[in-house]
T-cell receptor
Framework: QQQVKQSPQSLIVQKGGISIINCAYENTAFDYFPWYQQFPGKGPALLIAIRPDVSEKKEGRFTISFNKSAKQFSLHIMDSQPGDSATYFCAASLNDYKLSFGAGTTVTVRA | NAGVMQNPRHLVRRRGQEARLRCSPMKGHSHVYWYRQLPEEGLKFMVYLQKENIIDESGMPKERFSAEFPKEGPSILRIQQVVRGDSAAYFC??????????????FGQGTRLTVV
């Protein structure tokens, strides 16, 4: 049973455009929602994270929007750059260590 | 401060052999986690360890897999009698503490196991 569902599987965006990745979760007890960025051959790196007591968090060009009632959260990458081309994973956890990951979204930014 | 170190980066084993994957957490981190990533999938939690203790192994297969984090030395993920289905990338992560503000888990670069 996949506890976090992520879409789309892949997306292509032009340089300067907006990339949007969506995730939905099942367990209402989850209390930590991070996004990870992974480049080929590398481990995932934390990009930005949110707790359910806020509806939005912004760090530079990356924004998380969180909808607790709908059990959904999304990542927006503004002004997408070629260097943002990577695989992005959403995740959720109950007790800070047991992360349940989405299946990933491969983002390609065309120059 | 070196990051999470995993070795080897690539490991090839024949069916039936043993695979030993090592993970040295970041300095000052006492919590270690192992995840497995199959091709085209997200990471799946396997086990959470603190020094000399297994805290949560709910994601570990019941047979052939074991993990340890001794008082001295790296954490070891051991897979006995490997089968082709064990081929995956195995990631280790570490964190300094749970709860509070500082809960980020830092991931290593992974060990890519290929069973032939």
């Amino acid at each position: 049973q996949q506890q976090v569902k992520q879409s789309p599987q892949s997306l292509i965006v032009q340089k300067g455009g907006i990339s949007i990745i969506n995730c939905a979760y099942e367990n209402t007890a989850f209390d930590y929602f991070p996004w990870y960025q992974q480049f080929p051959g590398k481990g995932p790196a934390l990009l930005i994270a949110i707790r359910p007591d806020v509806s939005e968090k912004k760090e530079g060009r990356f924004t998380i929007s969180f909808n607790k009632s709908a059990k959904q959260f999304s990542l927006h990458i503004m002004d997408s750059q070629p260097g943002d081309s990577a695989t992005y994973f959403c995740a959720a956890s109950l007790n800070d260590y047991k992360l349940s990951f989405g299946a990933g979204t491969t983002v390609t930014v065309r120059a | 401060n070196a990051g999470v170190m995993q070795n080897p980066r690539h490991l090839v084993r024949r069916r039936g052999q043993e695979a030993r994957l090592r993970c040295s957490p970041m300095k000052g981190h006492s919590h270690v986690y192992w995840y497995r990533q199959l091709p085209e999938e997200g990471l799946k939690f396997m086990v959470y360890l603190q020094k000399e203790n297994i805290i949560d192994e709910s994601g570990m297969p019941k047979e052939r897999f074991s993990a340890e984090f001794p008082k001295e030395g790296p954490s070891i993920l051991r897979i006995q009698q490997v089968v082709r289905g064990d081929s995956a990338a195995y990631f280790c992560a570490s964190s300094p503490e749970l709860g509070g503000e500082n809960t980020e888990a830092f991931f290593g670069q992974g060990t890519r196991l290929t069973v032939v």
